[in-house]
Nanobody
Framework: VQLVESGGGLVQPGGSLRLSCAAS????????IGWFRQAPGKGREAVSC????????YYTDSVKGRFTISSDNANNTVYLQMNNLKPEDTAVYYCAAGLYKTARARTYDYWGQGTQVTVSS
């Protein structure tokens, strides 16, 4: 099983980034994919998740209207489009795969290595 994140980087406030999570080694259509983030000195926070089987989504309140999650089942990839980024979005972003679309990290079975997102002028 492998989850590989990409697309992180340094961006100015108000800018955009698109994160990708490429999955392999399991039946993608049976799983939900979640994006979590962890800022220095803080706990891991659920950002967004999507169920590959029905494309239903979840967003934490602080990113609603700014972030969009989508799933490309043909290519086993989930994207997180992040617009109007704020300094408080700075964190390491992780994608994870689990059988249920939840905001609880412990329900996810597989995790990627993370990608750094830094929002700063």
């Amino acid at each position: 099983v492998q989850l590989v994140e990409s697309g992180g980087g340094l961006v100015q406030p108000g800018g955009s980034l698109r994160l990708s999570c490429a999955a392999s080694g399991f039946t993608f259509d049976d799983y939900a994919i979640g994006w979590f983030r962890q800022a220095p000195g803080k706990g891991r926070e659920a950002v967004s998740c999507i169920a590959s089987y029905d494309h239903r989504t979840y967003y934490t309140d602080s990113v609603k209207g700014r972030f969009t999650i989508s799933s490309d089942n043909a290519n086993n990839t989930v994207y997180l489009q992040m617009n109007n980024l704020k300094p408080e979005d700075t964190a390491v972003y992780y994608c994870a795969a689990g059988l249920y679309k939840t905001a609880r990290a412990r329900t996810y079975d597989y995790w990627g290595q993370g990608t750094q997102v830094t929002v700063s002028s």
